[in-house]
């Protein structure tokens, strides 16, 4: 089955402790991506990859690292949390880019809460 | 910079009554793609359309229809007769820049739609 998965699905840590929120995709992906969803807000972009090796900050990269170091991976590393990081999050990931008729995959979403 | 509005923060209508949700997106680019997703309760996102800027053709799937329209800088979803499935949050988003395809994609910030039974 073609999917996008996230692990953990749900995490309670401590402010400063690191984390890594993992997504992996079975679909020979090229471009990954990661959101973060808040009230209000919708959902922002953090970082994303066209392809292994190549990443580029979103709309909202300050406190995260992403690392593409395998084509069908791309975690998400929180080095040192904060409160206001607390959010759902999401991971996505399409064929390629620049194709009218390519479908983008999202995970089942991590939510995450800082204390 | 680009930017998408959904001025609809919340919807509720009556099963079985048709619904539009809109869609307003600012973008300097000339090509963009603009998509719509759908968050149900469960929480996950699934991926209903996405349409490029050079094709201005309305789009039919089944209940639901997308009106793209340039000049208003409009992206409006309708569902036709509507049902309690589709209860759910509604995502419009927009992606830019000449290699095209998925860079930065700037979410709105959803339209709640309630459907009554």
């Known amino acids: 089955e073609a999917q996008v998965t996230q692990n953990p699905r749900y995490l309670i840590t401590v402010t400063g402790k690191k984390l890594t929120v993992t997504c992996s995709q079975n679909m020979n992906h090229e471009y990954m991506s990661w959101y973060r969803q808040d009230p209000g807000l919708g959902l922002r972009q953090i970082y994303y990859s066209m392809n292994v090796e190549v990443t580029d900050k979103g709309d909202v990269p300050e406190g995260y690292k992403v690392s593409r170091k395998e084509k069908r991976n791309f975690p998400l590393i929180l080095e040192s949390p904060s409160p206001n990081q607390t959010s759902l999050y999401f991971c996505a990931s399409s064929f390629s880019v620049g194709s009218s008729t390519d479908t983008q995959y999202f995970g089942p979403g991590t939510r995450l809460t800082v204390l | 910079a680009q930017k998408v509005t959904q001025a609809q923060t919340e919807i509720s209508v009556v099963e079985k009554e048709d619904v539009t949700l809109d869609c307003v997106y600012e973008?300097?680019?000339?090509?963009?793609?603009l998509f719509w997703y759908k968050q149900p309760p469960s929480g996950e996102l699934v991926f209903l359309i996405r349409?490029?800027?050079?094709?201005?053709q309305n789009e039919i799937s089944g209940r639901y229809s997308w009106n793209f329209q340039k000049s208003t800088s409009s992206f409006n979803f309708t569902i036709t007769a509507s049902q309690v499935v589709d209860s759910a949050v509604y995502f419009c988003?927009?992606?830019?820049?000449?290699?095209?395809?998925?860079?930065?994609?700037?979410f709105g910030t959803g339209t709640r739609l309630t459907i009554i039974p």
């Open positions: 988003a927009l992606s830019g820049g000449a290699e095209g395809g998925n860079e930065k994609l700037t």
């Open positions: 349409r490029n800027s050079f094709d201005e």
């Open positions: 973008t300097r680019d000339t090509t963009y793609y």
